[in-house]
């Protein structure tokens, strides 16, 4: 089965700096998707940016870009010229095709003026 | 066009009662998925539907909990005599398999269902 981790329960960055938010997975497929979703208090769950993993080229979406090392596992996100708006949950998320999203337990990020 | 919309937005209930949550997905989205968010647990996976049947509801956690989808559109998300342990928020998404959205979720904003 997959797992997702994401190790840092809380993080905070002040506004107009760079933060990075870091997600590890397991699994033996080779085939996937991965995702961050960030969710406000308003509930919402909000798509973030998405990496397939037969693609080598990092995502990137406007502000936010990932660094994706398929061969660590590794699935961080970077939050460029952080804004308050940027405050939120922010989970990730692995999917093989057409399937489930399993969750990491999710990054708490306060956003500073 | 219009995002996922799930029905209530809130619901308060009794130990014992049943509860039906609705989800209207994305039009023309084939694809439909429940998950449960809850303090303890976390985000979990309960059921997805593919047209108007249901490949993998393995993550329903018990038999008082069932789900339909009807017309490939809207689904109901049913629990039976509720317990206090099924306080949690429900949240549905569905996925198209369009060129520029493959597999790709999009949330609804969820149903807080509270059990007294």
């Known amino acids: 089965a997959q797992t997702v981790t994401q190790s840092q329960p809380e993080m905070s960055v002040q506004e107009a700096e760079t933060v990075t938010l870091s997600c590890t997975y397991d699994t033996s497929e080779n085939n996937y998707y991965l995702f961050w979703y960030k969710q406000p208090p308003s509930r919402q769950m909000i798509l973030v940016i998405r990496?397939?993993?037969?693609?080598?080229q990092n995502a990137t979406e406007n502000r936010f870009s990932v660094n994706f090392q398929k061969a660590a596992k590794s699935f961080s996100l970077k939050i460029s010229d952080s804004q308050l708006g940027d405050t939120a949950m922010y989970f990730c998320a692995f999917m093989n095709y057409g399937n489930k999203l399993v969750f990491g337990a999710g990054t708490i990020l306060r956003v500073k003026s | 066009g219009a995002g996922v919309s799930q029905s209530p937005s809130n619901k308060v209930t009794e130990k014992g009662k049943d509860v039906e949550l609705r989800c209207d997905p994305i039009s023309g989205h084939t694809a439909l998925y429940w998950y449960r968010q809850s303090l303890g647990q976390g985000l979990e996976f309960l059921i997805y539907f593919q047209g108007n049947s249901a490949p993998d509801k393995s993550g329903l956690p018990s038999d008082r909990f069932s789900a339909e989808r009807t017309g490939g559109s809207v689904s109901t998300l049913t629990i039976q005599r509720t317990q206090q342990e099924d306080s949690a928020v429900y949240l549905c998404?569905?996925?198209?398999?369009?060129?520029?959205?493959?597999?790709?979720?999009?949330f609804g904003p969820g149903t807080r269902l509270t059990v007294l």
């Open positions: 990496q397939e993993a037969y693609k080598q």
């Open positions: 998404a569905s996925s198209g398999r369009d060129r520029t959205s493959t597999d790709t979720q999009y």
